[in-house]
């Protein structure tokens, strides 16, 4: 599969249906998906995976695999994907690893490769990353990715109001 980023120690390719697996260990952990309200069933898995693969045919982008280049193990999935934003739509970095993989900079390096990516190739002039107020690991990443918090609202997922921030780096060249 091609490449679309790659990194020192990473690359990140399209996700697909043999990714299912790698997939469902990340988004069916309760500890990782905390932000989410808890994990997903296979069905929400599939349509994870499925939203994904549509969104690489629609936009030309969307969450990707990230791959440790040393293994080719997928260890997790990070992209750009139009969000919504009360009425705005927003193109935003968003990162989620396998917990294994956590505390070892590996959501840094890809979501930093992720901006280069919305500026360079995608020639964008903002990029957001949207983070529920309790995930402070992400908030970390936003700020070493050269992001500053830009606002607060309420997004409903599963019945539950969840505060988020806004954080975002502006293209400066």
């Known amino acids: 599969m091609k490449h ?16 299912y697996s790698s997939l469902a260990a990340i988004v069916q952990d309760e500890q990782t998906m905390y932000a989410y309200e808890g994990p997903f069933s296979d069905a929400e898995t599939q349509a994870w995976l499925d939203k994904n693969i549509l969104r690489y045919k ?17 260890i997790g999935m990070a992209g750009l994907t139009w969000q919504s934003i009360e009425q ?7 990162y989620l690893l396998n917990r294994r993989y956590w505390g070892m900079g590996f959501a840094i390096e890809a979501a930093k490769a992720c901006k280069e990516y919305a ?16 995930n402070i690991a992400s908030m970390n990443v936003a700020i070493r990715n050269g992001m ?21 780096a502006k293209r400066t060249t």
């Open 119 to 134: 500026f360079s190739v995608l020639e964008a002039n903002e990029v957001y990353s949207i983070i529920r107020d309790t």
């Open 88 to 94: 705005a739509t927003v193109l935003e970095i968003g």
């Open 58 to 74: 629609q936009d030309g982008f969307g969450l990707w695999a990230v791959i440790l280049r040393e293994s080719g193990a997928m």
């Open 4 to 19: 679309v980023i790659e990194t020192s120690r990473l690359y990140l390719r399209e996700l697909n249906q043999a990714d």
């Open 148 to 168: 500053l918090v830009r606002g607060r609202f309420v997004k409903q997922y599963r019945g539950v109001s969840m505060p988020h921030l806004v954080f975002s």
